[in-house]
T-cell receptor
């Protein structure tokens, strides 16, 4: 693989169910991020990780958790999904350069009913 | 708090020029990014400005004025494939490395 992959591509989920969105990168970037994108609101940061073993909260962390056991993987878990978590979720990683540019995965479209 | 404003939609003709403005009010400033996002796809990096002035990359140019809290993305010689949403993002503070604040995006529609 090259770049960032996310799985699943899309998912329909019943409210109250647990769901983990997967994100894997092969660029050896230290920093990784999870965003949600909603119409009219733009991308909002959920959680981030500056390096393996560390995580932090972004702008909208409630209802979500993350872990960073290694450099490549950064899963996002919804412990008990609610309809307001219906969104498109993007994972990103940044390249540790002077600009710290972020590169995005293809996204997961999640619908919670 | 942070506030990043950009127009919701712009329409232009193939071959023309379009300028997408972005104004920001943040508690600090440490760089501004422009991303392109086609419908149903991931955002892709276009440009980065941290100092005042114009950065040119082929048909795309980005300008920054830190004193005015203002940037624009200039798309020249528009092509149909340029129809997309363009996202302005600001890194507000030193020490908040990576924590970008995004505008809602400007949908550019290119017509024949």
């Amino acid at each position: 693989i090259a770049g960032i992959t996310q799985a699943p591509t899309s998912q329909i989920l019943a409210a109250g169910r647990r769901m983990t969105l997967r994100c894997t990168q092969d660029m050896r970037h230290n920093a990784m991020y999870w965003y949600r994108q909603d119409l009219g609101l733009g991308l909002r940061l959920i959680h981030y990780s500056n390096t393996a073993g560390t995580t932090g909260k972004g702008e909208v962390p409630d209802g979500y958790s993350v872990s960073r056991a290694n450099t490549d993987d950064f899963p996002l878990t919804l412990a008990s999904a609610v309809p307001s978590q219906t969104s498109v979720y993007f994972c990103a990683s940044s390249d540790d350069s002077s600009t710290d540019t972020q590169y995005f995965g293809p996204g997961t479209r999640l619908t919670v009913l | 708090g942070q506030n990043i404003d950009q127009p919701t939609e712009m329409t232009a003709t193939e071959g023309a020029i379009v300028q997408i403005n972005c104004t920001y009010q943040t508690s600090g400033f440490n760089g501004l990014f422009w991303y392109q996002q086609h419908a149903g796809e991931a955002p892709t990096f276009l440009s980065y400005n941290v100092l005042d002035g114009l950065e040119e990359k082929g048909r795309f140019s980005s300008f920054l004025s830190r004193s005015k809290g203002y940037s624009y993305l200039l798309l020249k010689e528009l092509q149909m494939k340029d129809s997309a949403s363009y996202l302005c993002a600001v890194r507000p503070l030193e020490g908040s490395w990576g924590k970008l604040q995004f505008g809602a995006g400007t949908q550019v529609v290119v017509t024949p």
